[in-house]
């Protein structure tokens, strides 16, 4: 299974229906779960929550503009690879404030997209959209170029 925990509500009906045009896409190839939970403005507050809905064997993949970027074949690799050894991959969307530091600690890994900032509900689609891409990369189907 593939978890998103994110931070905040999208309001945007065209993020809202990209987001699940592409949660759609991924279904066909891999379940998909998204875990949105209340953006208070407080890391120590939005741990806890994240925390309760992290599982004891979930490999955790904190998006962190410090992390490590990889390209699409890459992340595609990565998943792969990942879930030879871990059933749930648990990607972490961090508040306008970002991930609590212990959050990143515990991560497996920490990927980056951009050094750049992305809207909160933007970046969702962008990070759905890379999913979606790895699962055809992965089945050598037609799309990635």
Known sequence: MIKIICLGKIKEDYLNKLIKDYQERIN???KLEIVELKDENNLSNEKINIE???GK???IIALDIDGTMLDSVSLAKKIDETFITHSTITFLIGSSEGLHEELKQIANFRLSFSKMT???GLFRGILLEQIYRSFKILNNEKYHK
Do not use: A, I, T
């Open 28 to 30: 066909k190839y891999h």
């Open 52 to 54: 309760k809905h992290l």
């Open 57 to 59: 064997e979930d490999y």
């Open 118 to 120: 992305f809207p909160h």
